[in-house]
């Protein structure tokens, strides 16, 4: 049974941090890559970060460059996000997305999200 499941959302104020985790399992968690998406009521889902099976060279969205950081722990089959300087266009449900490396055509894994507001 494959499982990604978000944690570490919250109600922070502008400037503030906030971790998210997500924890994996009933994959080979290091064969794939590891997405955080987010998603705001009424827009469309939207990539945040990835980061490639073996921890390489991450990409973002230009919106959150110098702000969030993705990283994963293979050995403990987990992604997260850290999210610094938030801005209250932050706020979204974030989701863990998992993709296949060897064929990224298969349908990703999607987690069930964590909500994220950024409020004064």
């Known amino acids: 049974q494959v499982q990604l499941v978000e944690s570490g959302g919250g109600l922070v104020q502008p400037g503030g941090s906030l971790r998210l985790t997500c924890a994996a399992s009933?994959?080979?968690?290091?064969?794939?890559?590891m997405r955080w998406y987010r998603q705001s009521p009424g827009k469309e889902r939207e990539l945040v970060a990835a980061?490639?099976?073996?921890?390489?060279?991450?990409d973002y969205t230009d919106s959150v460059k110098g702000r969030f950081t993705i990283s994963r722990d293979n050995a403990k089959n987990t992604v997260y996000l850290q999210m610094n300087s938030l801005k209250p266009e932050d706020t979204a449900v974030y989701y863990c997305?998992?993709?296949?490396?060897?064929?990224?055509?298969?349908?990703?894994?999607w987690g069930q999200g964590t909500q994220v507001t950024c409020s004064s």
């Open positions: 009933g994959f080979v968690f290091s064969s794939y890559t």
């Open positions: 980061i490639p099976s073996t921890g390489g060279i991450p």
């Open positions: 997305n998992a993709l296949y490396e060897a064929y990224s055509n298969l349908p990703p894994y």
